[in-house]
């Protein structure tokens, strides 16, 4: 089990809960996504609470998380993307707790199984489509016609562009979960290979020294991608609620 | 050392020296000219050296999953799509090929697009200034 690393990802039921034969179980997976929105939650809360006008350290650290949330979405999707402003800021600092928090040793990493990146991905594209119709009507699938194509080509044209649009959920989601789940197993095979030497004696030990220096590095690592993936998440937000407000026009 | 030293201030009153720091000043905005321009151009060198070698590890890391996923997320909802129309419709090969192929065509374009050289779907929104990376 020590040496498995791919025993972090499983999930386990901390509450059997089971209604009408479907399974509703509060899982460990459950539990850190509670986790993610108290830490999350807590943290914008306690240090903001103070109000100071000169903000103290921890209150510039979430002030900044808003200034740059807010200037991201308001580069890609203008000023009337402000609307959106609640729903980004909340995906940002959702996966982003949930990425840092699975960096911790034990811990669980929410945003490693793809069905939750998956639900996170069709919260925004559902949310593209539904203020596309309601905003723009039918005008919406304009979305899907370029300009200036040629008559002939626009059936092809068209299908290949409701083919991408589809692949966005997808594809905003496995970007999430590939990178977290990839790092994690990188993480943990390392941090294998350091007890697996060292139980060759002496020289093992010695040798042990390279993969954990990797691990330290790789955690290094880890945490700029927790970050990166987040803002990647937040951007491509971004700039699909941008096509909701502004299609083709 | 306490006053603010003027130009030139180690006795330029005499004719003979005065000649002497017009030459030096020629000589000095000449060199900071020569400097400046040195400077643009290596500045433009940095520049454009960030931008290929921001495609080298850890980056390049990023950019390799980013292209790929948006690749095999193209192809995976065409097949989707023709494996549902085959399933339905019963027109058992032909679907999943048609649409394997269109999938494929979209994978490409997702790949193109996320690597800016193709314009967004549909035209940006008037506020947005000109995009500069799309339509290289």
Redesign the interface.
Known sequence: MANDPIHQFQISKLIPIEIGGLDFSFTNSAAFMVATVVAAGAFLFLTTSSRGLVPSRMQSVSEMSYEFVASMLRDAA??QGMRFFPMVFSLFMFVLVANLIGLFPYFFTVTSHLIVTFALALLVIGTVIVYGFMKHGFGFL???V??GVPGILVP?VV???V??????P??LS??LF??ML?GHITLKVFAGFVTSLSAFGAVGVVGSILPLFMTVAITG?EV??AF?QAY?FAVLTC?YL??A????? | MAKPPGPGETGNDRPENRAENDIRDDELERRRRQLEATLATRRQAERDGEKSTGSSGVTGYGQALKLSSEFIAGIAVGVGIGWIIDRTAGTSPWGLIVFLLLGFGAGVLNVLRSAGMVTEAGVRSADKQSDGPEKK
């Open positions: 203008g000023s304009k979305l899907f370029p300009q092809l299908l290949i562009e083919i991408s649009f589809l692949s966005r997808i594809s496995v970007r590939a990178n990839a690592l700029l991608v990166l990647v700039m941008n096509d407000l502004h299609p083709g026009h």
